[in-house]
């Protein structure tokens, strides 16, 4: 078997390999994701302190719209994201329960579907512009770069998480 990159078309060549490691990630997700029982996804060891599997999935579908939408466009954040900011000094959200697996893939799926046309508009400049908030400013390129890093942590912790409460892991 070969491993290659996925490359997307739409995509300039520029930006394709940053898009095909979040692409790869995603898919390492999907495959966990897939072994996990539906009855642990709200569990947690601690639910004042460590976030649920549930919790992270809304947690890395809202950060890749935010830095996407809300970083490079300009976009607000809507309310529908709050559960994802669950257990931060600054919310007081209590983590959401009683959602199904399929409700967190699909919220995956449809954010990066809304990622992938937008990307799909950038050109080959885009990749070095410099985009964020008066405080701290980024490029695309580090923008792909640490939403590819930020999923494959929360993929140790959904691992760490399957591990410790499903016995078939």
């Given at each position: 078997m070969t491993e290659e990159i996925k490359k997307n078309a739409g995509i300039t060549q520029n930006l394709q390999f940053l898009f095909g490691q979040l692409e790869e990630t995603r898919g390492r997700?999907?495959?966990?994701?897939?072994?996990i029982p539906e009855e642990i996804i709200d569990k947690?060891?601690?639910d004042k302190s460590i976030e649920s599997i549930a919790t992270l999935l809304d947690h890395i579908a809202a950060v890749e719209w935010s830095w996407i939408f809300e970083d490079i466009d300009g976009e607000k954040m809507g309310e529908e994201w709050k559960y994802a900011f669950a257990l931060r000094s600054w919310s007081e959200v209590k983590q959401r329960t009683g959602k199904s697996l399929s409700f967190y893939l699909d919220q995956l799926n449809k954010v990066r579907k809304?990622?992938?046309t937008r990307i799909t508009k950038m050109n080959q400049d885009d990749r070095e512009r410099i985009v964020g908030q008066e405080k701290q400013k980024y490029?695309?390129?580090w923008i792909l770069y640490h939403l590819n890093h930020?999923?494959?942590q929360?993929?140790?912790q959904i691992s760490i998480l399957n591990r410790l409460f499903n016995e078939n892991s």
């Open positions: 997700l999907l495959n966990l994701l897939s072994k947690t060891p601690d809304q990622i992938i490029t695309i390129e930020h999923e494959a929360h993929h140790g």
